[in-house]
C-alpha cells in the first residue's frame, strides 16, 4: 500500500512561486513514475506533470511548461513541483499520484494511488 500526502500548497499573487512536495510511504514508490494532477471548480482533473522513475524523463502540460518544474529524490520519497510566473487559472487543488508504470504519462488511468490534494490559490 502506497500514501501520498502533499504539501505546500497556499495563497499567492499573480507572478509569484509556490514549491508543492508530495511525501510518500511505501517501499516501492522509487520504482514508479509520478505525477501532478490539479482539478479546479466546476472543472475536470487535468494533467500537470510528470517525472519517470529515476528523475531521467519528465513531461509537461503545455499551460504550465517553462514555469513549473518536477523533481523527485528517492532517498526521501518526495517529488517536488516548483511553480513559478503563477496565473489566476493556476488556481486549483493539486494532487500527486503514483504511477502504474516506471514512465511518465499524461492519462488519470495511467495512475493507480492518490493523495489527498493540496490547495493553490493565486490572486490576480
Known amino acids: 500500500q502506497v500514501q501520498l500526502v502533499e504539501s505546500g500548497g497556499g495563497l499567492v499573487q499573480a507572478g509569484g512561486s509556490l514549491t508543492l512536495s508530495c511525501a510518500a510511504s511505501g517501499r516501492t514508490f522509487s520504482n514508479y513514475a509520478v505525477g501532478w494532477f490539479r482539478q479546479a471548480p466546476g472543472k475536470e482533473r487535468e494533467f500537470v506533470a510528470a517525472i519517470s522513475w529515476n528523475g531521467g524523463g519528465t513531461r509537461y502540460a503545455d499551460s504550465v511548461k517553462g514555469r513549473f518544474t518536477i523533481s523527485r529524490d528517492n532517498a526521501r520519497n518526495t517529488v517536488r513541483l516548483q511553480m513559478n510566473k503563477l496565473k489566476p487559472e493556476d488556481t486549483a487543488v493539486y494532487y500527486c499520484?503514483?504511477?502504474?508504470?516506471?514512465?511518465?504519462?499524461?492519462?488519470?488511468?495511467?495512475?493507480?494511488?492518490w493523495g489527498q490534494g493540496t490547495q493553490v490559490t493565486v490572486s490576480s
Open positions: 499520484a503514483q504511477g502504474r508504470t516506471s514512465y511518465t504519462s499524461q492519462a488519470n488511468g495511467q495512475y493507480n494511488y
